[in-house]
Structures are given as structure tokens and as C-alpha cells.
Nanobody, 118 residues
Framework: QVQLVESGGGLVQPGGSLRLSCAAS????????MGWFRQAPGNQRELVAS???????NYADSVKGRFTISRDNAKNTLYLQMNSLKPGDTAVYYC????????????WGQGTQVTVSS
């Protein structure tokens, strides 16, 4: 089973930046689509950004121009660079991996809290 471990969350002021990391237990980027999701209290879990095995990226409209998803294949690590953070970005952020050929083969990290507040 693939293990995903997020890190990098914390408290930041509006306008600040954070970089989230997701470490995978094995080399999966060639076969899996990776994504960052977030969930705030009382809300549904929503897709923030994704990157396919062919490195195509997609972003939610609310974060375009502010967030960047990337990966380091050698380190088996996925990143989410978050700039110009807003209070509305406050949520638990989750890393996810879905197999490109068998998308029901899905893995989730444990989540990391991001709080944007002055």
C-alpha cells in the first residue's frame, strides 16, 4: 500500500506563504495522478490542484495565480507552493494519489492544517 505523509502546514498571516510537502513511500509519479485537496469545517472536500503522470496541471479558480503544484521525482515528493494566502484558504489540506489506469486505486495522506489569520 502506498503511504503519503503531508507536512508544512501551520499558522500564517494573510498575504504570507507556505509550502506543503507530500512524501510518497515509493516511486509512483509515472503511474499516478497526484492532487491536493482541502476541507474547511462545514464544507465538502474540494480539489485545489492536480498534476498528471505526464505533468499536466490543473487548478481551482480560487487559487489560480497564487498556488503552484509541483513534484520532485527523485525525492518521491509532491509540493504545493501557496502564496498570497487569504483567510479563505484556511482548511485541512490532503495529498492524494490516483492510479492513471485504475483511478479507483486511490490513496490519501493524513492531512495538514493550514490557518491564515492575522
Amino acid at each position: 500500500q502506498v503511504q503519503l505523509v503531508e507536512s508544512g502546514g501551520g499558522l500564517v498571516q494573510p498575504g504570507g506563504s507556505l509550502r506543503l510537502s507530500c512524501a510518497a513511500s515509493e516511486s509512483i509519479f509515472s503511474s499516478y495522478e497526484m492532487g491536493w485537496f482541502r476541507q474547511a469545517p462545514g464544507n465538502q472536500r474540494e480539489l485545489v490542484a492536480s498534476i498528471t503522470s505526464r505533468a499536466r496541471t490543473n487548478y481551482a479558480d480560487s487559487v489560480k495565480g497564487r498556488f503552484t503544484i509541483s513534484r520532485d521525482n527523485a525525492k518521491n515528493t509532491l509540493y504545493l507552493q501557496m502564496n498570497s494566502l487569504k483567510p479563505g484558504d484556511t482548511a485541512v489540506y490532503y495529498c492524494s494519489a490516483a492510479h492513471s489506469l485504475f483511478p479507483t486505486l486511490r490513496y490519501w495522506g493524513q492531512g495538514t492544517q493550514v490557518t491564515v489569520s492575522s
